[in-house]
């Protein structure tokens, strides 16, 4: 398996655990983190083999999700148009946070592929107007952090 494609695994998990943290409001990163590894572990999530670079990457995920999600929650409320995240659905919300974490904390992965793999999450797992607004928000929060000119 290639870096791109452990790299996607390792998205996806990390997608997995903080829409866990939504959905099961008792639990905590920690606990959805355990919860979502052990699904995988017992073959319930239809994900390949998770290998040393999917599971490194998805601790990194994680660890920028921990340090900046409160930055990403106030990115993501200044560049959404006639919207307020208390009002997105808590997957697009989930995707829109990891992938803006994702931006300011880890300088070896393109902005553009940032992006990109937001807007294949959104296709995947979101509705069809999903990844158009993934898509716009995160063009707009590249502008404002200089990566797009």
Same mark, same amino acid.
């Given at each position: ?20 943290t939504r959905i099961k409001e008792k639990l905590n990163l920690e606990d959805c983190e355990k919860e979502v590894l052990t699904l995988?572990?017992? !073959? ?6 998770? @290998?040393?670079?999917? /599971?490194?990457?998805?601790?990194? *995920? &994680?660890? =920028? ?18 919207? !307020? ?6 997957? @697009?919300?989930?995707? /829109?946070?990891?992938?803006?974490? *994702? &931006?300011? =904390? ?44």
């Amino acid at each position: 398996m290639g870096i791109a494609e452990s790299r996607r695994i390792a998205r996806e998990l990390a997608l997995f655990t903080v829409y866990c943290t939504r959905i099961k409001e008792k639990l905590n990163l920690e606990d959805c983190e355990k919860e979502v590894l052990t699904l995988v572990d017992e !073959e319930d999530l239809e994900i390949p083999r998770v @290998d040393e670079e999917a /599971l490194s990457f998805f601790k990194r *995920e &994680l660890e =920028a999700y921990r340090m900046h999600k409160d930055k990403a929650d106030e990115f993501i409320n200044q560049h959404l148009e006639r919207w !307020e995240v208390e009002r997105m659905n808590s997957l @697009d919300l989930a995707i /829109l946070e990891l992938s803006v974490c *994702e &931006l300011l =904390a880890m300088e070896d992965v393109g902005f553009k592929v940032t992006i990109s793999e937001a807007v294949n999450l959104a296709k995947k797992y979101s509705s069809n107007r999903a990844p158009l607004l993934v898509n716009a928000v995160m063009d707009s929060i590249c502008r404002t952090l200089g990566l797009r000119k």
